[in-house]
């Protein structure tokens, strides 16, 4: 299993940014290089929505519609920490925001509440309130 642990989240007025960080850990006979990172998010009352994630294997990387151009995720090895820049933020995402490990990309950002992920975080909140 991976254990994540997410870090960052708070109020921000509308236009504002945030820098969400997930550091993560992998247990025994885990290792970390074979999985990737990535976030969703879940509003109060809708769907678990794949936000952006970022390989393992070759680092590529993924964005949901709704963020791009506005969201920036990245990853520093040496500290096995996974980032989500937010920027120009809106109302809409208001969530909380989870970070999460699988295998591929494409099954975080498929991600819903009855198609879970291998692993996530207990979430940290972002809202975006004037």
């Known amino acids: 299993q991976v254990q994540l642990v997410e870090s960052g989240g708070g109020l921000v007025q509308p236009g504002g940014s945030l820098r969400l960080s997930c550091a993560a850990s992998?247990?025994?006979?885990?290792?970390?290089?074979?999985?990737?990172i990535g976030w969703f998010r879940q509003a109060p009352g809708k769907e678990r929505e794949g936000v952006a994630c970022?390989?393992?294997?070759?680092?590529?990387?993924v964005y949901a519609d709704s963020v791009k151009g506005r969201f920036t995720i990245s990853r520093d090895n040496a500290k096995s920490t996974v980032y989500l820049q937010m920027n120009s933020l809106k109302p809409e995402d208001t969530a909380i925001y989870y970070c999460?490990?699988?295998?591929?990309?494409?099954?975080?950002?498929?991600?819903?509440?009855?198609?879970?992920?291998?692993?996530w975080g207990q979430g940290t909140q972002v809202t975006v309130s004037s």
């Open positions: 992998a247990a025994s006979g885990f290792t970390l290089v074979y999985y990737a």
């Open positions: 999460a490990a699988d295998l591929r990309c494409l099954f975080i950002m498929a991600v819903t509440t009855t198609n879970p992920v291998d692993s």
């Open positions: 970022i390989s393992s294997s070759d680092g590529s990387i």
